[in-house]
């Protein structure tokens, strides 16, 4: 069989295996996956944008990763700090010992693009329509497949419960070295004001020192509504570098309005985004950390699982993957249950500008409950222990968070 990418006008002929739209961080991993565990698998990536991945630095604490996924991500060359991490409060300073990974997207780009066959990609490729039997291009050309994949963005949904997350970030090239040896995950001693009135927050800066001299400074804050005032960020990252002596020229920026999910209605939230026979993963498919949105110990997991899936059993059919994925999406919102709870703590029962003293109270436990924390694996133990003790909110509204369905998730495109 010929392995060329479809041709303009091309209709139905010669399926492909697997379609997987959006060439983001889980399109991609779904691809690598397949290459690298189903031989012979006949997929193609398809990508809007110029580059696989976006524009974004993805990080995460290297026990989120089961040891057995691990390998997925050995390709890539990474910024790791083994030493572990840095968090401050007002009235707490600690180093955790978990070791940090981070990736940029240019090098995800790049080693996905080295790895993966040329035909098997294909970029600045807009998918107009997406069905059971393949994806039409906006340009008419048909790609017809056994399964396709939609790995495209998540979309916020009224059936949602939440707030949001809105950070940007400047990675500076300093004059000379800026001296740090360890990632500060949560630098909160900072004003917990957020700009604009955008529904007073928790705030804190993230700083990775990504060599001797460059360093990566991001402020973020919790909000309400999904507004970000780049200028007003800018200039704090901006302010925060040069009171930490970090002088020198920018030389990137991200910036992101992520959601915080408290709450709500997943089935009817994933009706809003499915198509009858067509599998749903990444983000828009709801395999997201609810409090950080964090995806990336689950796309991991969702690529090996698909692959496994596909290695085992060739014959799936394109309606079965999609069932194993919403079967999978809907494991992981109930067992995520917990963070949600946290979330409408976070949004409803902490006065604004107390919000910080829930953080502060959360990194005062043991590193390991920290650790599963992020990696969404807390135990029942670890659950309690992070309830009890001194209650960083007053109890009424503590106990109107509980039973409360989480504030409607305001779906204005973010701004
Ligand atoms: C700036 C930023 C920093 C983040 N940092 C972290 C982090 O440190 N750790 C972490 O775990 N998470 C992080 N996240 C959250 C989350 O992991 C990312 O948003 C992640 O990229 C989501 O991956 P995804 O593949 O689901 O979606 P996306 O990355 O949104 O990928 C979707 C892809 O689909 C493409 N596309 C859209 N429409 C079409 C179409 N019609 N046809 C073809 N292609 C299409 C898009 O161009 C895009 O490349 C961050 C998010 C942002 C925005």
Same mark, same amino acid.
């Given at each position: 069989?010929?392995?060329?990418?479809?041709?303009?006008?091309?209709?139905?002929?010669?399926?492909?295996?697997?379609?997987?739209?959006?060439?983001?961080?889980?399109?991609?991993? *779904?691809?690598?996956?397949?290459?690298?565990?189903?031989?012979?698998?006949?997929?193609?990536? *398809?990508?809007?944008?110029?580059?696989?991945?976006?524009?974004?630095?993805?990080?995460?604490?290297?026990?989120?990763?089961?040891?057995?996924?691990?390998?997925?991500?050995?390709?890539?060359?990474?910024?790791?700090?083994?030493?572990?991490?840095?968090?401050?409060?007002?009235?707490?300073?600690?180093?955790?010992?978990?070791?940090?990974?981070?990736?940029?997207?240019?090098?995800?780009?790049?080693?996905? !693009?080295?790895?993966?066959?040329?035909?098997?990609?294909?970029?600045?490729?807009?998918?107009?329509?997406?069905?059971?039997?393949?994806?039409?291009?906006?340009?008419?050309?048909?790609?017809?497949?056994?399964?396709? *994949?939609?790995?495209?963005?998540?979309?916020?949904?009224?059936?949602?419960?939440?707030?949001?997350?809105?950070?940007?970030?400047?990675?500076?090239?300093?004059?000379?070295?800026?001296?740090?040896?360890?990632?500060? *995950? !949560?630098?909160?001693?900072?004003?917990?004001?957020?700009?604009?009135?955008?529904?007073?927050?928790?705030?804190?800066?993230?700083?990775?020192?990504?060599?001797?001299?460059?360093?990566?400074?991001?402020?973020?804050?919790?909000?309400?509504?999904?507004?970000?005032?780049?200028?007003?960020?800018?200039?704090?990252?901006?302010?925060?570098?040069?009171?930490?002596?970090?002088?020198?020229?920018?030389?990137?920026?991200?910036?992101?309005?992520?959601?915080?999910?408290?709450?709500?209605?997943?089935?009817?939230?994933?009706?809003?985004?499915?198509?009858?026979?067509?599998?749903?993963?990444?983000?828009?498919?709801?395999?997201?950390?609810?409090?950080?949105?964090?995806?990336?110990?689950?796309?991991?997991?969702?690529?090996?699982? =698909?692959?496994?899936?596909?290695?085992?059993?060739?014959?799936?059919?394109?309606?079965?993957?999609?069932?194993?994925?919403?079967?999978?999406?809907?494991?992981?919102?109930?067992?995520?249950?917990?963070?949600? !709870?946290?979330?409408? !703590?976070?949004?409803?029962?902490?006065?604004?500008?107390?919000?910080?003293?829930?953080?502060?109270?959360?990194?005062?436990?043991?590193?390991?409950?920290?650790?599963?924390?992020?990696?969404?694996?807390?135990?029942?133990?670890?659950?309690?222990? =992070?309830?009890?003790?001194?209650?960083?909110?007053?109890?009424?509204?503590?106990?109107?968070?509980?039973?409360?369905?989480?504030?409607?998730?305001?779906?204005?495109?973010?701004?």
């Amino acid at each position: 069989m010929v392995d060329s990418p479809p041709t303009p006008g091309a209709r139905d002929a010669d399926p492909q295996d697997v379609v997987i739209v959006g060439g983001g961080l889980a399109g991609g991993l *779904i691809a690598l996956a397949l290459h690298r565990q189903v031989p012979g698998s006949r997929f193609v990536l *398809i990508e809007a944008g110029r580059t696989l991945g976006g524009h974004h630095r993805w990080s995460w604490f290297e026990t989120d990763i089961r040891p057995g996924a691990r390998a997925l991500m050995a390709g890539f060359t990474l910024n790791g700090w083994d030493e572990g991490y840095d968090i401050a409060f007002p009235g707490l300073a600690r180093t955790l010992p978990t070791a940090y990974r981070s990736l940029a997207s240019a090098e995800f780009h790049r080693a996905l !693009m080295d790895e993966l066959p040329a035909e098997r990609v294909m970029l600045e490729t807009k998918a107009e329509a997406l069905d059971a039997g393949g994806v039409t291009l906006a340009d008419g050309t048909r790609i017809a497949a056994r399964r396709v *994949i939609d790995c495209r963005p998540f979309k916020p949904s009224e059936a949602l419960a939440g707030g949001w997350q809105v950070f940007l970030g400047q990675h500076f090239r300093c004059d000379k070295p800026h001296g740090l040896t360890r990632p500060v *995950i !949560m630098d909160a001693e900072v004003d917990q004001v957020a700009p604009h009135g955008n529904g007073e927050a928790y705030r804190f800066v993230y700083v990775l020192p990504l060599s001797q001299d460059e360093v990566f400074v991001e402020d973020t804050y919790y909000a309400d509504q999904p507004k970000m005032d780049a200028g007003v960020l800018k200039g704090r990252v901006a302010a925060y570098a040069k009171a930490h002596g970090w002088t020198g020229e920018v030389i990137d920026q991200e910036a992101g309005i992520l959601p915080v999910i408290s709450g709500g209605d997943f089935d009817a939230a994933l009706a809003e985004v499915s198509i009858p026979g067509v599998a749903l993963a990444g983000a828009r498919g709801g395999f997201s950390h609810p409090l950080t949105s964090y995806t990336l110990p689950f796309a991991v997991e969702n690529a090996l699982a =698909i692959a496994r899936l596909l290695a085992r059993r060739p014959d799936v059919t394109g309606q079965e993957l999609a069932a194993f994925c919403r079967r999978r999406a809907k494991r992981h919102w109930r067992s995520t249950a917990y963070y949600r !709870m946290l979330s409408r !703590m976070l949004f409803e029962a902490a006065e604004p500008g107390k919000r910080v003293v829930v953080f502060e109270h959360f990194y005062a436990l043991r590193g390991a409950l920290v650790e599963r924390f992020y990696a969404g694996r807390s135990t029942w133990p670890d659950r309690l222990r =992070i309830l009890t003790g001194k209650p960083p909110v007053a109890i009424p509204r503590a106990i109107r968070a509980l039973f409360s369905s989480g504030k409607p998730l305001n779906t204005e495109t973010p701004a």
